[in-house]
């Protein structure tokens, strides 16, 4: 009996240090053009692959070509950075624009009352995008619900890497069996128990910690290890996390 569990501690801590090797990404919000001027500037050298940046131009691709962010795109596809384009599966005041497509020009039309977007806008949403910067490496979809099947079909009609942000307790659809999934946001409540699906797909979930400390901090590097992505700040959503360049970026490295 003894023997044997000696066997199971060493199986764990096999396990753990195995996760903490695991090769993961750092996932940079890019709220502004600026933050992704930073990363790119500040991504440890041989780790360039291991960086994806989420280009938001305004809660999406807007109805134009932005020069700051093209710029950017740019200069993040010849370092050999990875590039997440931002969907919001929700329109209105608090969420997003609605794209319209009109022959090879677009035009983004604001919506006040929340309300989920068809599988159609979110269609013109990903041609906008790629007519104006060209295909991503994967594409960050938020604000998404279980109510979404339409989203959810449009997605896996696309064939592409997909991470998605339900901002809540999730599991993705079988037909996003493989997607990566956000499964913290916020500047509370994590570490936490994880769900069963979460343990089992360690390796496809993103964590997103904000108002860390330098103590907090440390238990969220370790706590996150072996996970897909991650990103951390010192500041709050509505302090402006994703508008600025966290200090602990180069320490969320693997």
């Not at 806008?121 to 099947?149: K, L, M, Q």
């Not at 860390?212 to 990103?231: E, H, I, P």
Request: hydrophobic share 45%; aromatic share 10%; charged share 20%.
């Amino acid at each position: 009996m003894r023997c044997a569990c000696w066997c199971l501690i060493v199986a764990v801590m096999l396990l753990l240090a195995c996760a903490a090797t695991q090769a993961q990404s750092v996932l940079v919000p890019c709220y502004e053009a600026s933050v992704a001027k930073q990363a790119l500037a500040q991504v440890p050298k041989g780790k360039e692959d291991k960086l994806i940046l989420i280009i938001n131009v305004a809660s999406g691709p807007w109805s134009k070509r932005d020069a700051s962010y093209g710029e950017q795109v740019m200069k993040a596809r010849t370092k050999g950075v990875k590039l997440a384009f931002y969907i919001d599966a929700m329109a209105g005041e608090d969420y997003s624009p609605v794209i319209y497509r009109n022959g090879d020009s677009y035009q983004a039309e604001p919506v006040a009352a929340a309300r989920d977007k068809t599988a159609l806008e979110i269609r013109n949403e990903r041609s906008a995008w790629v007519a104006f910067y060209g295909a991503p490496n994967a594409w960050f979809i938020d604000d998404v619900r279980p109510r979404h099947t339409q989203l959810f079909a449009e997605l896996a009609a696309w064939r592409d890497k997909i991470i998605l942000n339900p901002g809540t307790g999730f599991v993705p659809p079988a037909s996003l069996a493989t997607c990566i999934v956000v499964i913290h946001e916020s500047e509370t409540g994590w570490p936490r128990t994880v769900s069963r699906w979460e343990a089992g797909h360690w390796g496809q979930c993103a964590v997103i910690g904000l108002s860390l400390n330098a103590a907090s901090s440390v238990v969220f590097t370790q706590s996150t290890a072996g996970v897909a992505c991650r990103y951390a700040s010192p500041l709050s959503d509505a302090q402006g996390a994703y508008n600025k360049l966290t200090p602990y970026f180069g320490g969320l490295f693997p």
